[in-house]
């Protein structure tokens, strides 16, 4: 199993950019799909991009794609999620995901219940 650590957010004004990071302890690593969610004050938890085990296959959400940019260094175990031109929409409490599902299309890695390890979060507060 992998237990995975955030950090990296904080306090950005509009049009700003901020580098999430994930560490994700465990020896397997590499098998796992890795997915960034967040979930902003009375709403629910949303997928923002996920990964796949090699790295080969990114998706995102279409309110963040062409601003965020997710990618994985497996030797390290390490995610990130780099966030450009960020918006006050943007602003919520961020997650970091593995999934060891052996399927890793969109259709299962933007759904939060597919994943089985989850993180903390990290709070990215996006000023106007």
């Known amino acids: 199993q992998v237990q995975p650590v955030e950090s990296g957010g904080g306090l950005v004004q509009a049009g700003g950019s901020l580098r999430l990071s994930c560490a994700a302890s465990g020896r397997t690593f590499s098998h796992y799909a890795m997915g960034w969610f967040r979930q902003a004050p009375g709403r629910e938890r949303e997928f923002v991009a996920a990964?796949?085990?090699?790295?080969?296959?990114?998706y995102y959400a279409v309110s963040v794609k062409g601003r965020f940019t997710i990618s994985r260094d497996n030797a390290k175990n390490m995610v990130y999620l780099q966030m450009n031109s960020l918006k006050p929409d943007d602003t919520a409490v961020y997650y970091c995901?593995?999934?060891?599902?052996?399927?890793?299309?969109?259709?299962?890695?933007?759904?939060?219940?597919?994943?089985?390890?989850w993180g903390q979060g990290t709070q990215v507060t996006v000023s106007s």
């Open positions: 990964v796949t085990w090699s790295g080969g296959s990114t």
């Open positions: 995901a593995a999934s060891v599902s052996p399927v890793q299309t969109m259709v299962v890695v933007s759904v939060e219940s597919n994943y089985d390890y």
